[in-house]
């Protein structure tokens, strides 16, 4: 029957009371933590770029971002949420649909997320089950399939709970890259997710949609290597500020990104060329590796670094959820169909 009630597979149902009631009170924590955070960075750097402004408004989870995704989905556009920054997001582009991670850093939505897995699964995993299952996460909430590259066992089972909900598109990556085959078999999982793409979004990629959409993720590379460049030497932004902005293309619409990072690396530019470091020439550098770390719960690290006594500054990171996600750009040789998507294909093999 159509009103007939779909039961779970792997989610335990919550009472509608008791969901109320996390939803509304993570919500609230959360939208107090990233105000928390945001303004404990204004106060590290009192002299803070004012192009951090839009990235400051763009980082409230439940703001502008969410509203204008609700306005596009009326438009009868798709959004497709995906979970790992092995995604072909230029395919997702070229499809004229929306991308965007729906991977969460919500300490307390881990704790939910323990009603399905141990507390051994990482807690990245942990995280986006509770939020599913409470449905706090717009970008979650407002995608209509997802894309999982089976990177590791915890993604793997994060893709089958979250079928419980959405369509799942799974993308297998060869664990070993540095081998003919691999790249092989990558570049099938590549034509398939075309061809799943085309068939949900009803939208054609073709050679011209798709060249633009690799010319506009090449764009903000550009861009996010000049803000790289900046931080060298003496540094002209804090860690955090720079870790917001790279994160912040995550969710924010890539053209807009791309322009408004542009023109805080021209603020920047200035800085440095008036020589206004944001720390003394001694203080320690500091460079981020490990678990990824997801806006606004996970920000604890960061905070310590550069908020310690005496302080340090985060220079670089190594993170899924930072730096890795627009270092290398889509190399293409010669802009046929074939050679767009082998050039898409190696990118996010090496990724």
């Not at 970008?139 to 089972?157: N, P, R, Y």
């Amino acid at each position: 029957m159509k009103n007939e009630k779909v039961e779970k597979k792997y989610t335990p149902e919550i009472p509608a009371k008791e969901l109320e009631e996390l939803k509304s009170t993570i919500k609230a924590s959360s939208e107090k933590i990233m105000a928390e955070n945001i303004e404990r960075m204004k106060k590290t750097d009192p002299n803070r770029p004012q192009a951090m402004k839009y990235f400051d408004e763009i980082a409230d989870l439940f703001g502008q971002r969410q509203r204008e995704l609700e306005a596009e989905k009326g438009k009868g556009k798709k959004i497709i949420g995906y979970m790992c920054l092995f995604a072909p997001t230029e395919l997702i582009l070229a499809a004229d649909a929306i991308p965007v991670r729906v991977n969460s850093g919500w300490y307390d939505t881990s704790k939910i997320g323990d009603r399905v897995v141990p507390v051994e699964v990482c807690p990245v995993i942990r995280s986006t089950i509770g939020a599913k299952m409470i449905g706090l996460s717009p970008f979650l909430e407002q995608s209509d399939a997802l894309i999982s590259v089976l990177t590791c066992d915890g993604m793997t089972k994060l893709g089958e709970i979250l079928s419980d909900y959405k369509p799942i598109w799974e993308m297998n990556i060869p664990r070993v890259k540095d081998a003919a085959h691999s790249l092989r078999f990558w570049d099938d999982e590549i034509i398939n997710m075309k061809k799943q793409l085309e068939q949900f979004t009803g939208n054609k990629i073709t050679r011209k949609s798709l060249k633009a959409a690799i010319e506009q993720s090449q764009k903000a590379t550009r861009v996010f290597r000049r803000l790289q460049d900046l931080r060298k030497g003496n540094p002209v932004i804090m860690g955090r500020d720079a870790m917001l902005v790279n994160q912040a293309y995550l969710w924010d619409d890539k053209e807009r990104w791309t322009e408004k990072a542009s023109a805080l690396c021209e603020e920047l530019q200035k800085r440095a060329e008036r020589k206004d470091w944001v720390c003394p020439p001694d203080t320690p550098r500091v460079l981020v590796t490990g678990t990824p770390m997801f806006w606004p719960d996970s920000w604890k690290v960061p905070n310590l670094v550069e908020e310690a006594d005496p302080k340090g500054i985060i220079v670089a990171d190594e993170l899924c959820s930072g730096e890795r996600i627009l270092n290398d750009p889509v190399g293409v040789d010669e802009w046929t169909m074939d050679d767009m998507l082998n050039a898409i294909g190696e990118r996010y093999l090496m990724a």
